[in-house]
């Protein structure tokens, strides 16, 4: 598809386990950005990724989040340790970066933590 | 610390009617995005507004940005129930090559019949 996509869609998972959550961005973006979205808020910054690399990782939380981008493409988010606070709508989005380049998010991945 | 405040949170407007959402951040930026958010779903890009005095229009929807003042408005004219919908107006963080957004609370908007 054109599109931003992510999966899975929905998951569910209980305290303590581990989970990754994927986005594929739009083919040739080569910036990726990964936000959480708790509801009733808007979209908090996690990480941003420019090529490979994580460029700036600020918004993580603490350290059982983590996430990469190991081809310069796909990224995979994963949280360790999950814990009912970790509930959330995952979002992706990507851009083609520089001053123009407005970012276009995904269909995101609810996360729940039971 | 780059923050993002949007007024109203919450807009019931009748179909017909005109009203302003108003977007305000604290510190320098020149790119401004506005959003669209169905229940459930993700982020729609409405508009983006790249430099002081922008005004950009798409329907009955038009935004502008004034950067001096650090203030963007999104103006709705004469709604229709089809825009019940939140609204967020997101900024481009200033500095260095992050450009992540730092996005208002929202406004939830109702058009009512």
């Known amino acids: 598809g054109a599109g931003v996509s992510q999966t899975p869609s929905n998951k569910v998972t209980e305290k303590g386990k581990y989970v990754e959550l994927r986005c594929d961005p739009i083919?040739?973006?080569?910036?990726l950005y990964w936000y959480r979205q708790s509801l009733g808020q808007g979209p908090e910054f996690l990480i941003y990724?420019?090529?490979?690399?994580?460029?700036?990782d600020s918004g993580l939380p603490n350290d059982r989040f983590f996430a990469v981008r190991p081809e310069g493409s796909v990224s995979t988010l994963k949280i360790q340790r999950t814990e009912r606070g970790d509930s959330a709508v995952y979002l992706c989005?990507?851009?083609?970066?520089?001053?123009?380049?407005?970012?276009?998010f995904g269909p995101g991945t609810r996360l729940t933590v039971l | 610390e780059l923050k993002v405040e949007q007024n109203p949170l919450f807009l019931s407007m009748q179909e017909g009617k005109n009203y302003t959402i108003y977007c305000n951040y604290s510190?320098?930026?020149?790119?401004l995005y506005w959003y669209r958010q169905d229940p459930g779903k993700s982020l729609e890009s409405l508009f983006v507004?790249?430099?002081?005095?922008a005004v950009k229009q798409e329907g009955r929807l038009m935004a502008s940005l004034d950067t001096k003042a650090r203030l963007s408005t999104l103006h709705i004219t004469a709604a229709v129930h089809d825009l019940s919908a939140t609204y967020f107006c997101?900024?481009?963080?200033?500095?260095?090559?992050?450009?992540?957004?730092?996005f208002g609370t929202g406004t939830l908007l109702a058009v009512q019949p």
């Open positions: 989005a990507s851009s083609l970066g520089g001053a123009a380049g407005g970012q276009y």
């Open positions: 083919s040739g973006h080569t910036a």
């Open positions: 990724f420019q090529g490979t690399g994580a460029a700036d």
């Open positions: 510190t320098t930026s020149d790119r």
């Open positions: 507004l790249l430099s002081n005095g």
């Open positions: 997101a900024v481009e963080g200033y500095g260095g090559a992050t450009n992540k957004l730092i």
